[in-house]
């Protein structure tokens, strides 16, 4: 059974930072590619982040320079460092793993930025 635990969200103020993790059981994650999405009420889930199987990655525009993802294979958990976070930014944020016809999500963790 393929199980994906999310952490590390919370309540931060303007500019300061979190660090979200991403633990999987029953798969190998090295294989996948791997992602953080954002979903805030009333909007799209949107990407934010993305670690290719062979290590690339690809930020969101608006995160780019404050966000860094990053994948340790062999805790197979990925991370997601954030920084000089905004109200914008605000959401609950997912993880993702998707190989072939194999997609699968956490349940999700709810960072909110707020004075």
């Known amino acids: 059974q393929v199980q994906l635990v999310e952490s590390g969200g919370g309540l931060v103020q303007p500019g300061g930072s979190l660090r979200l993790s991403c633990a999987a059981s029953?798969?190998?994650?090295?294989?996948?590619?791997t992602g953080w999405y954002r979903q805030a009420p009333g909007q799209a889930r949107e990407l934010v982040a993305a670690?290719?199987?062979?290590?690339?990655?690809n930020y969101l525009d608006s995160v780019k320079g404050r966000f860094t993802m990053s994948r340790d294979n062999a805790k197979n958990t990925v991370y997601l460092q954030m920084n000089s976070l905004k109200p914008e930014d605000t959401a609950v944020y997912y993880c993702?793993?998707?190989?072939?016809?194999?997609?699968?999500w956490g349940q999700g963790t709810q960072v909110t930025v707020s004075s």
């Open positions: 029953g798969i190998n994650i090295g294989i996948y590619v």
């Open positions: 670690i290719s199987s062979g290590g690339d990655t």
């Open positions: 993702n793993m998707y190989r072939s016809l194999n997609d699968y």
